[in-house]
Structure formats: C-alpha cells, structure tokens
C-alpha cells in the first residue's frame, strides 16, 4: 500500500522502502513508497531488513541514482549518495521558550511592538 502526499510528515522518520518499481532519475515521491505499517510482517518474513535504509523524510524530493525493484528498501546506493538532511529533535532538547514581548509608546505618536521569538521580530506603528 502507498503512501500519499498527505502522509509524508507523519511518516517522515519511519524507514523508506520502494513500493513500485523506480527508474534511474525518477524523483521519489509518496507514490513510489511502501506505507510503513506493512514493514514489520515484510522484515520478520525475511523479504529485507531496514539497516541501511533511509527515511522518508530524507529521500522525499530526491532522485534515484539506479533502477530500483519494488520492495527495496531506498539507501543511500539508491540515491547515489544524495539525502536531505534531517535535523532531530531529542524530547531533552525541546524547551518551551516564553515569547518575550514587549510594548511601548514614544512621544504619543508611535506604538512599538517587539516580539522576540526564535527572531527578533520588531515593529513599528505610526499613530
């Protein structure tokens, strides 16, 4: 069963193996991708394993470097090398961040809004 275009950030860490047959240059694209309910039954089957395999975030966009069979899983051979990178986020890692926010006025004339989150963001409203 395919995965859909929809499903590619819920699935976008989970192992990425072709459901379809992919031709060398094709760009990998949900269509070409096994949902990743089914990989389980198909490693304990011993159809393939998942240790080189990359994710699906990574391959998403991506072009494949040979001919690839269905049922494969997509490596890094696949994609000659070529993978996006995938920055992870440890749950340690993630903080909630208070958002600073910060109003004032100047000379009765001007209403300044500064919003620091992630960028400082700041504006400027003549009044």
Request: glycine share 6%; with cysteine.
């Amino acid at each position: 069963m395919l995965i859909t275009n929809e499903m590619v950030k819920e699935y976008a860490d989970k192992p990425a193996v072709f459901a379809v047959k992919v031709a060398a240059g094709t760009e990998i694209a949900a269509e070409h991708l096994e949902h990743p309910m089914f990989l389980g039954d198909m490693v304990s089957s011993n159809l393939f394993t998942l240790d080189e395999a990359l994710t699906i975030g990574q391959v998403i966009g991506v072009k494949a470097a040979k001919d690839c069979d269905a049922l494969t899983p997509v490596t890094e051979e696949a994609v000659g090398g070529t993978v996006k990178l995938a920055v992870k986020v440890t749950p340690s890692e993630e903080k909630e961040q208070e958002v600073q926010t910060e109003i004032s006025a100047q000379d009765g004339d001007t209403i300044i809004i500064s919003i620091k989150e992630g960028k400082d963001i700041y504006l400027e409203f003549p009044v």
